[in-house]
Nanobody, 126 residues
Framework: QVQLVESGGGLVQAGGSLRLSCAAS?????????MGWFRQAPGKERELVAA???????YYEDSLKGRFTISRDNAKNTVYLQMNSLKPEDTAVYYC???????????????????WGQGTQVTVSS
């Protein structure tokens, strides 16, 4: 089993920044796992924010490119999401997810992920 614990959420004003962290643990976890961030706003379906492979290859939701940056520290089993120029529409619960290998072409699709964190609330006020 793999455990994922998110942190760093909170309340921020529009235009501000937040950095989310997700620490992974568990006997089977390794740097070969793909890590992703997803979010779910009230009344909406959960959607991909960004994902990152062990090599550092990233995938972003198109609308978030340039404002959000995903990164990982394989030595610390931690993935980060730097969020800049936040907007009220970024308000959501943000989830960390992990996908065990092997990784196919759909490595960034929500359905491919095996483990999920509990989520951290991000609220952006106008």
């Amino acid at each position: 089993q793999v455990q994922l614990v998110e942190s760093g959420g909170g309340l921020v004003q529009a235009g501000g920044s937040l950095r989310l962290s997700c620490a992974a643990s568990g006997r089977t976890f390794s740097s070969s796992y793909v890590m992703g961030w997803f979010r779910q706003a009230p009344g909406k379906e959960r959607e991909l924010v960004a994902a990152i492979r062990s090599s550092g290859t990233t995938y972003y939701e198109d609308s978030l490119k340039g404002r959000f940056t995903i990164s990982r520290d394989n030595a610390k089993n931690t993935v980060y999401l730097q969020m800049n120029s936040l907007k009220p529409e970024d308000t959501a619960v943000y989830y960390c997810a992990a996908k065990r290998p092997p990784h196919g072409a759909a490595w960034f699709r929500e359905i491919a992920y095996d483990y999920w964190g509990q989520g951290t609330q991000v609220t952006v006020s106008s």
